[in-house]
């Protein structure tokens, strides 16, 4: 079953004008569940714009985006942002976690927006925490951690809400080796174990060794899309 | 999300920068502390300024024959006296009263002529309705010296050059026009926050002054003091008679007004305070959002509503504004209060206020409602200028919002 679905995805930057750029030029992909997905690519092929897509954080001027069959882009705003919260898990660049909350909060702080109870999160939390080998660090807040484990926390609480499938922006990117390995193993294990979908678009040849599937973009289409035993 | 975390996120996001905030918290309390204190200072000038003219010549009422005000002309003498007096007699709210001859004449020594009003009054009874007598700085209140004694002010002493027991010509009409020259001696001297009135009223006896004008038992003027100012109204309303029966603030439009609209002038006052204000906030917490623009854009992305994104800033605000309103309310409070009792010495313009009526030293006061609605002013100032951030943060794209440097 196809947890993502896109068809003839188009999307232009400064339509018009000297600089216009085609950062999708009908692209169509699929993914299915329990993947372990790389987007690769140059700076500029449109790897960004893709997530950013299937994420419901922007539009395409034309072509459609399924997740687990529903049309998002026929989505009220509020729906949407709605959709994203019950559904998709973010990881960023840059960790984005929130300075003011330590690890537990910040996991949990997505499913406060999903009003679960306080049992429930504090459960969720606690394996979470588990999961990504931070049970000791629970109550330190960001700027105490370094850079990789924020980046697990930021995994944690991206798949605090149980989500459909985890989007990852260059998630490496800021990480040294032995955080980026650490990172992996972590994902590979909630791939292989809870089936959990994850898309990472990267740069990164470590993880691109790692993945499952490797999709290689280039001008906004697909020029590649290999399945790789590791 | 419950709105508990979002107060917790807020109160936190206020702490994450502690000197910024603290820099905010400090202006607003300045700004409360320095509007109202100010505001203290003018209401203090002026409850001073209307004390003093209420106690040294004006009381709370004072009755005339309708006439009298228009031209001074002495015939023009209150009539039905006995019944009002007998009306005032029965009148609870009514502290004192008393009965006065006026009239326009020239207190003249070898040094110089000048023009005065020439009150003739019953010491006794003048005493428990104008301060004058608690003002002598020499001699005594009408009341050692057995014939023709005078009390006049500091200012017209020392243009005509007199001292206790000098002698003074008072130069007036009587009921017949006739122009009499009567020679008074100098019995007390005494010394107001009004340097004009000092300079312009005489005070002597009724006694010594009516049968010299042929006006025994008739009066120009009755003034009344009330228990308190509140009264004057309920007072005047209940004198009935042909005469005119003028309260304080009729008698004195200027003071009156400036009474009337204090309140509007120190609202205007504030609010020109609090909209400088405005700009110190907005500034602040623009930084603070365009600086948060990577997690603004991660709350949006992970699915947090518009309006909890814009909450949380309107609350981040109304947190600032929460801890420097109280402070600044109550810094103010404790310095006006100290004041109030203390006072300012304001001598290196004492002359100029005392031309003013204005004493030198000025206490500073201000009514309790004031402080309630500055602090209430303050946290509405405050959430109008969070709208500009918290508005700024909801344009926020938030794919690029989570990737912005």
């Known amino acids: ?230 | 999300m419950r709105m508990k975390t979002l107060l917790t996120i807020a109160w936190r996001n206020v702490w994450r920068n502690k000197l910024r905030s603290s820099i905010v918290i400090a202006s607003i309390v300045v700004g409360i502390w320095a509007g109202l204190f100010i505001m203290a200072m003018t209401a203090g000038l002026n409850d001073q300024r209307l004390k003093s003219s209420i106690d040294t010549y004006l009381s709370h009422i004072q009755i005339h024959n309708p006439g009298f005000l228009e031209d001074f002309d002495k015939k023009d003498t209150i009539t039905g006296s006995k019944t009002i007096l007998n009306d005032i007699d029965t009148m609870s709210h009514v502290k004192a009263y008393s009965k006065r001859l006026v009239l326009q004449g020239m207190a003249s020594t070898a040094h110089g002529n000048y023009g005065v009003k020439i009150l003739g009054i019953y010491p006794k009874e003048e005493e428990k309705v104008t301060a004058i007598s608690k003002k002598l700085v020499q001699g005594t209140y009408l009341h050692k010296l057995k014939r023709n004694p005078i009390v006049i002010g500091e200012k017209l002493a020392h243009k005509l050059d007199v001292k206790i027991n000098s002698k003074v010509v008072l130069n007036f009409q009587d009921s017949g026009n006739n122009t009499i020259a009567t020679s008074f001696r100098v019995e007390g001297i005494f010394k107001t926050v009004n340097s004009s009135f000092d300079e312009a009223n005489v005070f002597v006896k009724y006694d010594d002054l009516a049968p010299i004008v042929d006006l025994s038992g008739k009066y120009h003027e009755i003034a009344i003091l009330c228990t308190n100012v509140e009264e004057t109204l309920p007072v005047k309303n209940q004198i009935s008679t042909d005469n005119l029966v003028e309260t304080w603030d009729e008698l004195a439009p200027e003071l009156g007004y400036t009474q009337k609209t204090m309140n509007n002038f120190l609202y205007i006052f504030m609010g020109i305070i609090l909209l400088a204000l405005t700009f110190g906030i907005v500034n602040t917490m623009l930084m603070a959002v365009l600086e948060r623009k990577r997690e603004i854009g991660m709350l949006l992305s992970v699915g947090m509503d518009r309006r909890k994104v814009f909450a949380m800033i309107m609350l981040e605000t109304l947190f600032l504004a929460m801890i420097a309103a109280p402070l600044g309310v109550l810094l103010s409070i404790w310095t006006i209060e100290y004041f109030g009792l203390q006072g300012i010495d304001l001598s290196s313009v004492g002359k100029g206020l005392q031309s003013f009526g204005m004493d030198s030293r000025v206490y500073t006061t201000l009514p309790a409602v004031l402080y309630l609605n500055i602090t209430l002013m303050t946290l509405i100032v405050a959430l109008i200028a969070a709208l500009v951030p918290a508005r700024r943060a909801l344009q926020l794209n938030p794919a690029e919002a989570v990737k912005a440097i």
């Open chain 1, 1 to 230: 079953m196809n947890v993502i679905k896109t068809e003839n995805l188009k999307k232009v930057y400064n339509e018009g004008k000297g600089n216009e750029v085609r950062a999708l030029n009908g692209l169509s992909l699929a993914i299915e569940k329990g993947e372990f997905t790389a987007i690769v690519g140059p700076s500029g092929s449109g790897k960004s714009t893709l997530l950013n897509i299937i994420g419901g954080l922007d539009k395409p001027h034309s072509g459609n985006v399924f997740v687990n069959e529903i049309d998002i882009l026929e989505l009220e705003e509020n729906e949407r942002i709605n959709f994203r919260l019950q559904n998709i898990g973010f990881v960023f660049q840059a960790y984005n976690l929130i300075p003011v909350l330590n690890a537990k909060e910040n996991i949990g702080f997505i499913m406060l927006l999903q009003h679960e109870s306080k049992e429930t999160i504090d459960a969720r939390v606690e394996e979470l925490l588990k999961s990504v080998g931070l049970e000791n660090q629970a109550l330190k807040r960001p700027n105490e951690m370094s850079g990789g484990q924020q980046q697990r926390i930021a995994v944690a609480r991206a798949l605090a809400s149980r989500p459909k499938f985890v989007l990852a922006d260059e998630p490496t990117a800021n990480l040294d080796s032995k955080s980026t390995s650490d990172l992996l193993d972590i994902m590979e294990q909630l791939n292989e174990k809870e089936g959990i979908t994850f898309v990472f678009s990267t740069h990164d040849q470590r993880v691109i060794d790692r993945a499952r599937r490797v999709v290689t973009m280039e001008d906004g289409k697909i020029i590649a899309d290999i399945l790789q035993s590791n």
